[in-house]
Nanobody, 127 residues
Framework: QVKLVESGGGSVQAGGSLRLSCEISGLTNNKICMGWVRQDSYEQREGVAAIDGDGSVSYADSVKGRFIISKDNAKNTLYLQMNSLKPEDTALYYC?????????????????????WGQGTLVTVSS
C-alpha cells in the first residue's frame, strides 16, 4: 500500500516562507506524477503544483513565482517550498501521487487522477 505523510506546516506571517515535505512509502516506481493540493475552509480544492516523473513541473497561477515543487527520488520525498506567503495561502495542504495507475506525466487535470493521498498538513498565514 502506498502511503504519503506530510510535514512542515505551521503558522507564519505574510511574506514568510515554509517548506513542506511528503515522505512516500510503498512505491515500486517513483517516476510518477506527484503534486500538492490545498483545501481551504470552504472545502474547495486546488491543485497547487505538480511534478512529472521526468521532473517537469507545473503550477497554479495563484502560486506561480512564489512556490517551488521538487522531489528527491533517492529519499522518496516530495517538497513544496513556499515563499512570499499570503493570507490566502492558508489551507490544509495534501500531497498526492498516482500510485495505482502509475502515470508518469501530470495532465492538466492531474488532481482528478491521483489516487494516493496524505493526511494533510495545515498552513496558516497571518497578515
Amino acid at each position: 500500500q502506498v502511503k504519503l505523510v506530510e510535514s512542515g506546516g505551521g503558522s507564519v506571517q505574510a511574506g514568510g516562507s515554509l517548506r513542506l515535505s511528503c515522505e512516500i512509502s510503498g512505491l515500486t516506481n517513483n517516476k510518477i506524477c506527484m503534486g500538492w493540493v490545498r483545501q481551504d475552509s470552504y472545502e474547495q480544492r486546488e491543485g497547487v503544483a505538480a511534478i512529472d516523473g521526468d521532473g517537469s513541473v507545473s503550477y497554479a497561477d495563484s502560486v506561480k513565482g512564489r512556490f517551488i515543487i521538487s522531489k528527491d527520488n533517492a529519499k522518496n520525498t516530495l517538497y513544496l517550498q513556499m515563499n512570499s506567503l499570503k493570507p490566502e495561502d492558508t489551507a490544509l495542504y495534501y500531497c498526492a501521487a498516482d500510485g495505482i495507475e502509475g502515470l508518469g506525466t501530470c495532465t492538466a487535470q492531474w488532481i482528478d487522477v491521483v489516487d494516493a493521498w496524505g493526511q494533510g498538513t495545515l498552513v496558516t498565514v497571518s497578515s
